[in-house]
């Protein structure tokens, strides 16, 4: 059976993308094929359909509005397809040209993927979307990673143990890697997705010269020495982005090398535990970073997000950025000024990626504009001000700024095709164009009246038809009157009318037919002539909105420093660590949306060598996980630059932040909740040094009492005499206090309760000491356990403590002394005995009741309640 030139056009595509969804565009609609369309069908929730045979089968075929395609791309990006999109590379009419059954060129433009999106539709405006490579040579690893969106573009050594931390950190939606790496167990946790690309790719020597053609320099020197496996990681990446982008690369920053040391490691189970950018349900509901985010821009909320998941151990850096927020705070009504200009201020990055892709309309060029004048306006209200940040980089674009005020309306359209995108008076050809196409009858009216006056002949007039166009008539009367005037061209003779043309009537016809398309092809030109001028200056725009972000970053943290009563805390290159009334950014502004306040609490845990832990203990639901939280997010909020919740603290620089709380499982992998546990904590002993902090919850409560136990003390000794750190250690093992006396670097913390007539009080305040005993069956009370297993569970307790009491007896033999029916029974339920009521209604037919009869009724019932 033969295939139709369309269908082998198809096939044809489709094999350049076998991988991908292929979206094949045709007219209006991107209409998918055989397996692509029953797949697509049913992610999308469309209709499937069948259009034709092909090899004897029927063709399943479904298809989406080019309109609306972006929300469908999401969805489908969202649950892990590609997508290729195949364009129409001509007009109906060219491929006529060839023959009325040549099929219309088409071609794919596009590789979509999670790490490679530029729409504002498809991204989210305060986060960035990174797409990332590494590349592994001879042992020695690195990691380059790309946000195409915004240009950003980065490097890092990266040993491929610190590939999944890394990872974790920047949240990167795709990974490159070399063809038969496997890199599942790597992203099993990170919702990342996998992309293999030819090894070739991955070679540093080809990755050299291809990194030097996009940057157009003859010696990648000026931007850093970068080793072979960074080179290969960058290498890589941007061949890809040529790959998905069909050779469109879009404005890239030059790289920029990172070094380790620069950043706090933090891991992946410790970003999750500490909620910093994403809360338990995986959006931002509940994390550090919602509770922080008061910028105005999404340059600013994308630049806090950085700062947030990667916090400095740069001292003078940190410094700066505190320095920043101080001047802020203490000017309180500038403050306020700036943050209102940000309001104003678009998204230039974006902006410039889109331009760059030729997939920008004229809102990114009034994006740039508008970004640009913000910059301006800033730059001449701050210049005179003692503001410790460099803000040189908002001017020096007078003549772009300029002339884009000139070309663009106020308000440009949404799409370029819409026209009326420059503005009036920019080029007189195209005032004429539009004037001919918009007042096309007004201009034949004028016309009309100059003949007139011209000629003298009052019932001359200016007509139109399909077959002559346009044409002056008059009576045949006045005929021999104008065709003694050589201007007029004698056309047609009727019964009744003479008609003539002009040159300047033809020409005038000419030019209002062609209006339309000859005003739009002018925009067109200019549009792209604006393009070009923002794209040769995109450097300076680049620094320009980095310098917005970090205005809006530190005018926001000034806001909160405010509002909230956080203080600057004080951070250097000591062990110090001590926090005075502390709070817990998150939980306290949950409470204050209920109007209750938070028990503030200090940490005092500084050492001058050696470790510094604090063990608590007290019952569950005093807070004693809160506390452990908090302090490591004052951490964290402290060395990326921002003021604290607490009323003073001092924070000496910590390198590693490690946190094991709350408990899961991972069942995909085979792991248990016990086994997750032992996991991370195995993490945490194996990489912690002198300058990490560490928060430790309930570790060994997922086994029996004597290994927990065991574990946890084990772990504790550890971490003071091996790891010598900072930590904060919650248990419910009481006898670990013991250790406080043995290890000269922990001392006892336990959080405050108080029992008044049986029920228990939690004061939530941290005090030295430790507790007795955990209040575990008070806490199921509150839950709500049935009152016999509650008082059950206090019987048992009872024997339990009596056992321990009277010579350590087994728990196994005091629960055999327990007798077997000495539980509480539940109450008994006696017979339900009828009411009244209830008898009364037994005997009522409600079918056979009139409404009088039923009005009489209630009244009767209602005497009986």
Not at 455 to 473: A, D, R
Not at 622 to 635: D, E, M
Request: charged share 25%; glycine share 8%.
């Amino acid at each position: 059976m033969s295939v139709t030139p369309m269908m082998a056009q198809y096939l044809e595509i489709k094999a350049e993308a076998p991988d991908a969804l292929l979206f094949y565009r045709m007219g209006d609609f991107y209409e998918l094929f055989f397996d692509d369309a029953v797949a697509a069908a049913a992610a999308l929730d469309i209709a499937l359909t069948k259009r034709g045979k092909h090899l004897g089968e029927d063709i399943a075929m479904c298809g989406v509005p080019v309109h609306a395609a972006e929300n469908y791309l999401m969805t489908l990006i969202r649950k892990g397809f590609r997508v290729a999109v195949a364009e129409q590379l001509e007009a109906p009419e060219e491929a006529k040209k060839r023959g009325s059954k040549s099929v219309v060129k088409r071609g794919i433009v596009r590789l979509v993927t999670p790490g490679t999106l530029t729409e504002d539709t498809l991204l989210d405006a305060r986060a960035h979307n990174y797409l990332a490579a590494f590349c592994e040579v001879r042992g020695q690893g690195a990691l380059a990673w790309a946000d195409i969106s915004t240009g950003a573009f980065h490097v890092a050594a990266c040993p491929r143990v610190r590939l999944s931390p890394d990872l974790a950190r920047l949240g990167v939606r795709e990974l490159v890697l070399a063809e038969g790496e496997d890199g599942t167990e790597i992203t099993a946790d990170l919702g990342t997705s996998i992309t293999p690309l030819g090894r070739s790719a991955f070679d540093s020597n080809a990755a050299e010269s291809r990194l030097k053609g996009l940057f157009a320099v003859g010696s990648l020197d000026a931007f850093g020495s970068f080793d072979r496996a960074e080179l290969g990681a960058m290498g890589a990446l941007v061949e890809y982005v040529e790959i998905t982008q069909r050779g469109k690369l879009p404005l890239m920053r030059p790289p920029r090398r990172e070094a380790a040391s620069d950043l706090m490691a933090i891991d992946a189970a410790t970003r999750r535990n500490l909620e910093l950018t994403h809360g338990a349900t995986g959006g931002r509901d509940g994390s550090l970073l919602l509770a922080i985010d008061r910028t105005v821009t999404a340059g600013g909320g994308r630049l806090l997000e950085r700062r947030v998941s990667a916090p400095s151990t740069r001292e003078g850096l940190i410094r700066a950025r505190l320095d920043g927020v101080s001047w802020a705070v203490e000017n309180d009504a500038l403050t306020a000024e700036i943050r209102e200009a940000l309001r104003r201020a678009p998204d230039m990055d974006r902006a410039l990626s889109r331009l760059s892709l030729e997939r920008g309309g004229p809102r990114d060029l009034a994006a740039v504009r508008g970004g640009l004048r913000t910059g301006e306006t800033l730059f001449s209200r701050l210049s005179e001000t003692d503001l410790p940040l460099d803000i040189t980089d908002l001017i020096g674009q007078e003549a772009l700024l300029d002339l884009l005020d000139r070309a663009l309306v106020p308000e440009p359209p949404l799409m370029l095709r819409d026209g009326g995108v420059i503005a009036p008076g920019f080029d007189a050809d195209l005032d004429e164009a539009r004037k001919l196409r918009d007042e096309g009858r007004g201009v034949i009216a004028g016309l009309q009246k100059d003949y007139v006056e011209a000629t003298g002949i009052g019932s001359l007039k200016v007509k139109h038809n399909n077959v002559l166009g346009y044409f002056v008539e008059t009576t045949a009367t006045h005929a021999e009157k104008m065709r003694a005037d050589d201007r007029f061209i004698h056309r047609q003779t009727t019964a009744n009318q003479v008609r003539f043309t002009t040159v300047e009537l033809s020409e005038l016809e000419t030019k209002i037919l062609n209006a339309g398309g000859r005003a739009q092809a002018i925009e067109d030109r200019f549009f792209g002539d604006l393009r070009q001028a923002i794209l040769t200056q995109s450097d300076a725009i680049f620094s320009a909105a980095r310098t917005l972000a970090e205005l809006d970053v530190t005018t926001a943290l000034a806001d909160l420093a405010r509002g909230e009563g956080w203080v600057r805390p004080r951070v250097d290159g000591s062990r110090a660590f001590e926090v005075s009334a502390g709070r817990h950014p998150v939980v306290e502004r949950a409470l204050k949306r209920d109007g209750a306040p938070f028990v503030a609490n200090d940490a005092m845990l500084s050492a001058d060598d050696g470790a510094a832990i604090r063990l608590l203990t007290g019952p569950n639901m005093a807070g004693k996980s809160t506390w452990l939280r908090q302090n490591a997010l004052i951490a964290v909020l402290a060395q990326m630059g921002s003021f604290v919740p607490a009323d003073a603290a001092h924070i000496g620089i910590v390198s590693q932040l490690f946190s094991r709380v709350g408990a899961s499982d991972d069942l995909a992998r085979g792991r248990s909740t016990f086994m997750v546990e032992m996991v991370e904590t195995a993490a945490i002993l194996n990489q912690a040094d002198d300058r990490s902090f560490v928060i430790l919850d309930e570790i060994g409560r997922g086994t029996a009492t004597y290994d927990g136990l065991s574990i946890a003390w084990a772990t504790l000794e550890h971490l003071h005499d091996v790891n010598r750190c900072r930590a904060l250690f919650a248990t419910h093992y009481h006898e670990m206090t013991a250790l406080s006396a043995k290890l000269s670097g922990v001392e006892n913390a336990t959080v405050a309760v108080r029992e008044w007539e049986g029920e228990v009080i939690f004061l939530h305040e941290v005090r030295e000491g430790a507790a007795d005993r955990s209040y575990g069956v008070q806490v199921a009370k509150l839950a709500g356990l049935p009152e016999a297993v509650v008082a059950r569970a206090r019987d048992v307790l009872d024997a339990l403590e009596a056992g321990e009491r009277e010579g350590g007896a087994k728990p196994k033999a005091i629960i055999d002394d327990l007798p077997l029916f000495a539980a509480t029974p539940p109450p008994a339920t006696a017979p339900h005995k009828p009411s009244a009521a209830e008898e009364k209604l037994r005997d009522v037919l409600p079918d056979e009741l009139t409404p009088k009869a039923a009005l009489e009724l209630v009244y009767e019932l209602k005497g009986l309640v």
